[in-house]
């Protein structure tokens, strides 16, 4: 009978222990990727508040890689996304994180490299010819010099990532044509920022399926949700002035965040 009764506590213990790195492998199984989210200021989240002591960088708890870490637990999550960068300062000051353990990169990078900033700032300022004519340059640009910067970064971060999988963020067109707006620029001068946006994403996205990243374009979900549509997750020119056109909280948790989640 002493000899039953070790047995089967012996038994009951083997079996706990299974269950217990059974129950540990299945939470490992689950647990999120570690994440990473590289990027502008799309990314970042300026404009969409509540940067706590980010600075300059100004990365919102609002901004959807945070959304997304917050409700997927990853293993780890930097958020390195800055306002104001470059594909060439993405390079510079936000690769650290990255390794061979990194499973999840989202970024978004090009529109400064081209001059997004100046080009609404000339069409606030300036005319409707000096406006046309510098998105013209920002066009070209497009075409001429982002496909070898996006080379550089994407090539960069397949390298110190191996295993990752990436999301490429693209942007929003920013105006609805014909809507609710009776003052501001020109509609000639909101269709070629959209056009420009356009070309912009289309460029982006073909870089990024030739690394084999994927593509996220947000343009389908701010469809209905631009400047001008008198339901905008866009600001448009806003005090502070930083925050103009870029998405507000509702942009990035209804706009960047569902894409981000389908993709990731």
Known sequence: MKLFRRSSSVVAALLLALTSVLMGAQQAAAAAPAYVALGDSYSSGTGAGDYGDSGDCKRSANAYPALWAAANSPSSFSFTACSGATTTTVIS??????????????VSAGGNDVGFADVMTTCILEGEESCLSAVATARSQMSSLLPGRLNTLYATIKTRAPNARVVVMGYPRLYMLNGTCIVGLRESERAALNAASDQLNSVISARAAAYGFTFGDVRGAFTGHEICSGDAWLHSLTVPVGNSYHPNQDGQALGYLPVFRARA
Request: hydrophobic share 45%; proline share 7%.
């Open 93 to 106: 000051g936000q690769l650290a994180p990255l390794g061979a353990g990194t499973g999840l990169i989202s």
